[in-house]
């Protein structure tokens, strides 16, 4: 049996508090799982994300962990409630919304010491965050060099000109799918172009997300829903949120950076950009498989086959 939380009558025996291997096959559940199972009765998985592998598993596990991700699990109604009155009020007009998840999150960008466009003093602190997290394991990270290979999130300034290249109109809707965004007005000019701009704490009253306050996952929860249901969803970083789209970050790094040091038209730009999107409606794809469980497509992010059927065979 899976539970979330430890029934009372097991809180006082011993249990194993473990991580399973990442990126595991079937066997290693069965055997050596199992094997812990029956000696502890009771284990503790202390990470639950990539345990399991995206490939080479039998399709009757595939099929069930299907069921898991899509049947079995449902929000509770509170978070239900919040996140259809938030999506109609972004669709009071009948207008199309933009759901943007921005991670330009002070976690984020500590963990990954990306701190382009940042001061001096934010850029100090994000180290002293990363230093003093003891689970973070890369301490010195070249922060320009992660950008150039593509593996910061885009700041609000880089998505502001993205959205500008690829022809929306300054009066789109747009709903941020995100925490706080870090960095002293760090939004400014994203909200300058547009204006219509909307987060959790712009579309309610307090009364709505008291409940909510302090509790993170809840609040992420609604974003989610609220995305599902967008017209079209952006991400600036390749999140566990944002895993049903891939994005060409690498490419739009180069062209930024030659367009801020006057080396391309803005028209030059803008057809760029748009030939990087040409084409990515996210229709369903067999799922890549790469040379290791890390670099291949994530099950979760693409689940055919495994939850699609394929009417073709």
Partial sequence: ???????????????????????????????????????????????????????????????????????????TDEIKSLANNFIKSLRRNKAPYIALHLRYEKDMLAFTACTHNLTTKETEELTMMRHRTRHWKEKHINGADMRQRGACPMTPREVTIFLEAL?????????????????????????????????????????????????????????????????????SYDGHMAKAVKGHRKGFVKLIDLLDSNQVSWEEFSVKVRQ????????????????????????????????????SI
């Fill in 1 to 75: 049996m899976l539970v979330e939380k430890i029934p009372l009558k097991f809180r006082r025996r011993k249990f194993l508090v473990k991580a399973p291997v990442s990126w595991s096959k079937a066997n290693y559940y069965k055997w050596e799982m199992s094997r812990l199972l029956k000696k502890y009765k009771v284990v503790h998985f202390s990470h639950t994300n990539s345990r399991l592998a995206n490939n080479g598993l039998s399709g009757s596990i595939q099929r069930l962990r299907c069921r898991a991700m899509f049947e079995s699990l449902h929000y």
């Fill in 167 to 235: 022809g929306f109109s300054y009066d789109t809707t747009i709903y941020i799918a995100a925490g706080d965004i870090y960095g002293s007005n760090s939004l400014e000019p994203l909200r300058s172009k547009y204006p219509n701009l909307y987060d959790h704490t712009r579309l309610s009253i307090e009364d709505e997300v008291t409940p909510f306050k302090d509790h993170g996952n809840k609040l992420a929860a609604v974003d989610y829903m609220v995305a599902v249901e967008s017209d079209v969803f952006i991400y």
């Fill in 276 to 311: 990087l999107h040409k084409g990515r409606i996210g229709l369903p794809s067999y799922r890549q498989v790469g040379p290791t469980q890390r670099e291949e497509e994530n099950f979760y992010a693409n689940p055919y086959p495994g939850c699609i059927c394929d009417k």
